[in-house]
C-alpha cells in the first residue's frame, strides 16, 4: 500500500518536473525570437553595433534588477520563534477554556441520562 502510494507520488512529481523543463525550454526559445526580433528592429535604426549594445544593455538591467530582488530577500530575518513558555495571561486564557469545553461537555452528558 505504501509502494503504491510513494510511485503515485513520484509519477505526479515526475510529470509536474517535465512540465517546468518544458515550460522552462518554451520560455527560452520564446526569449531568443523576441531578442532576434529586437535585435533586427534596432538594427535598422541604429544599427548592428548599437543594436546588440542595446540589448546587452536590457539584459545586464534585467540581470541588476534580479539580482536586487534576490539581495533583498535574502537581507529578510526570519522572525523570532516564540517562546516556549507560556505567560501567566496565556495560561488564565486556557484555563478559562478548558473548563468552559468541560462544563459544556458535562451538561451535554446531563441531558442523555435523564
Not at 40 to 60: C, D, H, K, P, S
Request: without cysteine; proline residues 3%.
Amino acid at each position: 500500500m505504501a509502494a503504491l502510494a510513494t510511485e503515485r507520488l513520484v509519477g505526479v512529481l515526475l510529470w509536474r518536473v517535465l512540465l517546468a523543463l518544458l515550460t522552462a525550454l518554451f520560455a527560452l526559445a520564446a526569449l531568443y525570437h523576441f531578442t532576434v526580433a529586437g535585435t533586427l528592429a534596432l538594427e535598422l535604426q541604429f544599427g548592428a553595433l548599437y543594436a546588440r549594445l542595446i540589448v546587452g544593455e536590457i539584459y545586464a538591467a534585467l540581470m541588476f534588477m534580479s539580482f536586487g530582488v534576490l539581495w533583498a530577500m535574502g537581507r529578510k530575518t526570519a522572525p523570532a520563534a516564540p517562546d516556549a513558555t507560556p505567560s501567566g495571561r496565556a495560561m488564565q486564557l486556557a484555563a478559562l477554556i478548558e473548563a468552559v469545553m468541560l462544563g459544556y461537555s458535562l451538561s451535554r452528558k446531563g441531558d442523555k441520562a435523564s
